[in-house]
């Protein structure tokens, strides 16, 4: 009896533990982290460093640009924003609207705008991306945008 009462006792403990232990972040904090990337993301893409761009997304991470399929995975990553970098974006701008908080995932809601080297502007719209939290680090792990630009007309 005395036995099974211990082990129910750690077993309590332990939950509780763990339950602690897995607490969420403040909403302001992850907010925070989740702008300090993007900082870093703007900074990559001014220097023109698509390797810098895919290492602040997850290992399994995936694009999904319009009018292509899915782009998956670090080197595909890499691939498409060093061609996106290489076509004569030279800067990004990316405004946080919005960032929600589950516990190691976190999505956020923003705009954004690419700009040439005379700092005019390509493009500009709007983006969602589900971050996720790798060690201590917040990462994007699923990124989709869309132009807010009227079509060209032909």
Same mark, same amino acid.
Request: net charge positive; charged share 20%.
């Given at each position: 009896? @005395?036995?099974?009462?211990?082990?129910?006792?750690?077993? /309590?403990? &332990?939950? *509780?533990?763990?339950?602690? =232990?897995?607490?969420?972040? @403040?909403?302001?904090?992850? @907010?925070?982290?989740?702008?300090?990337?993007?900082? $870093?993301? %703007?900074?990559?893409?001014? +220097?023109?460093?698509?390797? !810098? =761009?895919?290492?602040?997304?997850?290992? #399994?991470?995936?694009? =999904?640009?319009?009018?292509?399929?899915? *782009? /998956? &995975?670090?080197?595909?990553?890499?691939?498409?924003? %060093? !061609? *996106?970098?290489?076509?004569?974006?030279?800067?990004?701008?990316?405004?946080?609207?919005?960032?929600?908080?589950?516990?190691?995932?976190?999505?956020?809601?923003?705009?954004?705008?690419? @700009? #040439?080297?005379? !700092? $005019?502007?390509?493009? +500009?719209? +709007?983006?969602?991306?589900?971050?996720?939290?790798?060690?201590? $680090?917040? +990462?994007?792990?699923?990124?989709?945008?869309?132009?807010s630009l009227a079509p060209a007309k032909p």
């Open positions: 009896m @005395r036995k099974r009462f211990r082990q129910a006792v750690g077993l /309590s403990f &332990g939950l *509780v533990l763990a339950c602690s =232990l897995a607490v969420p972040a @403040r909403a302001e904090d992850v @907010r925070a982290a989740i702008e300090a990337a993007n900082k $870093q993301f %703007q900074d990559a893409a001014a +220097k023109g460093d698509g390797a !810098g =761009l895919a290492a602040l997304y997850t290992p #399994d991470a995936q694009l =999904l640009p319009a009018g292509s399929d899915f *782009v /998956s &995975g670090t080197a595909a990553i890499q691939k498409f924003w %060093q !061609g *996106v970098l290489d076509s004569g974006i030279k800067g990004a701008a990316l405004k946080t609207v919005e960032v929600e908080g589950h516990g190691m995932v976190a999505h956020e809601v923003g705009q954004y705008e690419l @700009r #040439d080297q005379a !700092g $005019q502007t390509l493009d +500009k719209g +709007k983006y969602v991306v589900i971050w996720k939290k790798v060690g201590t $680090q917040w +990462k994007l792990h699923r990124d989709i945008w869309t132009t």
